[in-house]
């Protein structure tokens, strides 16, 4: 199936899309929760409404961080979804034109097999979801991102204080490592269905940057 206008399945439980980010044009990445009936961090797409109302509905809209809202505005009208947010990014959705969300913290179990873990040092709000579904599988927001090379951080010019930044997501992401699971979902890179785990630990042994 064209990603661009459906789903495809990336392991039984766990569906996929992708399309370009309005703002900046890149295609970014979505993922889907079928037993859970959750989207993390969508981007809008062509057809993407009727796809999912096909695959189950949504009933909570996932976000990694406070900056992957993308279309979830719309597909939260849609569905009468709940719109879950990191309590650390809680403040991006503060006036009267912000959407109504709900915060969670890092720890909670936000629906059977899923739990948020912190990432930080890139924001105080950028996490990771444990999923237990099949394999196992951790979803990402921005410390790791993939290019034509593999995994690597977002460039330097994105960071405060990159050699400080990047130290700090290294020390995150070997504790994500003691996690089990094996299929790594990114929001700026196509899934990996087997062997993320592998592929991420041996990027933590020799990091790089990637060249977006």
């Known amino acids: 199936m064209d990603e661009s206008t459906g789903l495809s399945e990336v392991v039984p439980g766990i569906l996929h899309w992708s399309a370009p980010h309005p703002n900046h044009g890149q295609i970014v990445h979505s993922h889907y929760l079928s037993q859970q009936r959750a989207a993390i961090d969508p981007i809008g797409a062509v057809g993407l409404a009727e796809a999912l109302r096909a695959a189950g509905g949504i009933e909570q809209i996932l976000l990694s961080n406070r900056h992957h809202l993308r279309g979830t505005v719309e597909l939260a009208a849609e569905f009468d979804a709940a719109i879950r947010v990191p309590r650390a990014g809680l403040h991006e959705f503060e006036g009267p034109d912000a959407p109504q969300v709900v915060a969670y913290d890092w720890g909670d179990e936000l629906m059977d097999g899923v739990v948020a873990h912190e990432v930080g040092s890139l924001a105080p709000d950028d996490g990771a979801f444990h999923l237990r579904i099949g394999p196992g599988a951790l979803?990402?927001?921005?410390?790791?991102?993939?290019?034509?090379?593999?995994?690597?951080?977002?460039?330097?010019?994105?960071?405060?204080?990159?050699?400080?930044?990047?130290?700090?997501?290294?020390?995150?992401?070997?504790?994500?490592?003691?996690?089990?699971?094996?299929?790594?979902?990114?929001?700026?890179?196509?899934?990996?269905?087997?062997?993320?785990?592998?592929?991420?630990?041996?990027?933590?042994?020799?990091?790089?940057?990637?060249?977006?």
Do not use: I
Request: aromatic share 4%.
């Open 139 to 212: 979803a990402l927001a921005d410390s790791v991102v993939l290019d034509e090379s593999g995994l690597g951080f977002v460039p330097d010019k994105l960071m405060d204080d990159p050699e400080r930044t990047k130290a700090g997501l290294l020390a995150s992401l070997r504790r994500l490592l003691d996690l089990e699971w094996d299929v790594l979902l990114m929001a700026h890179g196509a899934p990996l269905p087997a062997a993320g785990k592998q592929a991420l630990a041996s990027f933590v042994e020799s990091p790089r940057s990637a060249g977006l």
